[in-house]
């Protein structure tokens, strides 16, 4: 199975900065990776399908880039509302999997 | 609106069994594959399998063969997840998800259940 790794694992910003997450793939997955977002208590939200499409009603600031083994979350300007866990998911191959998480902390 | 409305929080023993239910509304029950998904406390995201609402065939994870049956009733457009020999490690939040596309597969996910959280304890 395709191994999805993410960094860092954790990230400490300030609201207005610049946030860049991570996520390798141990196998080429062209453009076949979506990117979540998960608040404590509820269920993951669909950022970014097929690397970078944003999908229905997400905010311009979250932009998803890469294809391959490398991409990149970058959120251009952190609202207090992103401190959250954001997961990549790769659809290239069976089974489905997903990274381990990268934990965006308020500084 | 499109929504997937799961079962409530349940308790089990080991060894016993668990049944979870998916009830999907706002669209063609049909037309879009279905998937569970599960999380450990404090853990990340695992998938566990795919239905297909239409025939009702399946696909699963391969550490889950033999102990997971998902099955569909069309009538109520109600999907299930049955997870037999409950360990602890199972005790989790299982939640169902539909996929962005109908016509894709697998796929990224759009519409999540709001997650059930199973309890496996002596």
């Known amino acids: 199975e395709i191994v999805l790794t993410q960094s860092p694992a954790t990230l400490s910003l300030s609201p207005g900065e610049r946030a860049t997450l991570s996520c390798r793939a141990s196998r080429s997955l062209s453009s076949y990776l979506a990117w979540y977002q998960q608040k404590p208590g509820q269920a993951p939200r669909l950022l970014i399908n097929d690397a970078s499409n944003r999908a229905t009603g997400i905010p311009a600031r979250f932009s998803g880039s890469g294809s391959g083994t490398d991409f990149t979350l970058t959120i251009s300007s952190l609202e207090p509302e992103d401190f959250a866990v954001y997961y990549c998911q790769q659809r290239s191959n069976w089974p489905i999997t997903f990274g381990q998480g990268t934990r965006l902390e308020m500084k | 609106q499109v929504q997937l409305v799961q079962s409530g929080a349940e308790v089990k023993k080991p060894g016993a069994s668990v049944k979870v239910s998916c009830k999907a509304s706002?669209?063609?029950?049909?037309?879009?594959?279905l998937h569970w998904v599960r999380q450990a406390p404090g853990q990340g995201l695992e998938w566990m399998g795919i239905?297909?609402?239409?025939?009702?065939?399946?696909n699963y994870a391969q550490k889950f063969q033999g102990r997971v049956t998902m099955t569909r009733d069309t009538s109520t457009s109600t999907v299930y997840m049955e997870v037999s020999s409950l360990r602890s490690e199972d005790t989790a939040v299982y939640y169902c998800a539909r996929p962005l596309r109908p016509a894709i597969t697998p796929d990224a996910f759009d519409i999540w259940g709001q997650g059930t959280m199973v309890t496996v304890s002596s």
């Open positions: 706002g669209y063609p029950f049909t037309s879009y594959y």
């Open positions: 239905i297909n609402p239409s025939a009702g065939t399946t």
